[in-house]
């Protein structure tokens, strides 16, 4: 157990050598891949079945847009909210990569390393929802039919799905990348 004497020495932790940040980062981009914005994939799979299958009014496609109508709300972010969350957030993750990279400290790079690519994701789903957001609206109006609404929406969450997992694959190679050179620049973790 490394000793710490001062801030610098408990920031300097060894993360890449640990297994327990491994297990994190896989375990942290699993559960991500579960769910759609909170929905979970299996609802949005049952839906693209019987759209599909050319069942429009299914339970499961009146399911998708049910959780839709529920989950939205939860990712409205106001321009004040989504200023202030941007300016944090920036703040939070440059410091970590100066910290990591510009002054050598470990824990910093392992944090940004797991960090940036959820915020990146944080910004994705919120781009997502602006999407949905007109969509389910325009349904519960009549504007579109429900089964119209849950074929858009569900083409939509998929495309998202699949942007998600590209993004979790550079993530973690970029990270296992990085986290090798430091084991091999520092083998005794020094």
Do not use: C
Request: without cysteine.
């Amino acid at each position: 157990m490394p000793q710490v004497n001062s801030l610098i020495g408990f920031l300097d932790s060894r993360s890449f050598m640990t297994i327990w940040y491994w297990l994190a980062l896989v375990g942290l981009w699993s559960a991500t891949g579960r769910t759609i914005m909170g929905i979970p994939s299996d609802v949005v799979a049952r839906a693209r079945a019987a759209l599909a299958a050319g069942q429009g009014d299914d339970p499961a496609v009146l399911g998708l847009l049910d959780w839709l109508s529920l989950v939205l709300p939860r990712w409205r972010l106001g321009p004040t909210e989504g200023a202030v969350f941007l300016g944090l957030t920036s703040f939070g993750l440059t410091s970590l990569a100066m910290l990591g990279f510009a002054f050598w400290l470990e824990l910093a790079q392992a944090m940004f390393l797991l960090l940036m690519p959820f915020w990146v994701l944080f910004w994705m789903r919120v781009r997502l929802a602006r999407n949905l957001v007109p969509l389910v609206g325009d349904a519960q109006l009549g504007r579109i039919t429900p089964d119209q609404a849950a074929q858009k929406a569900a083409r939509m969450m998929i495309w998202h799905r699949r942007w998600v997992t590209v993004l979790s694959m550079v993530s973690v190679l970029a990270t296992v990348l990085w986290g090798s050179a430091w084991a091999i620049m520092h083998p005794n973790g020094l």
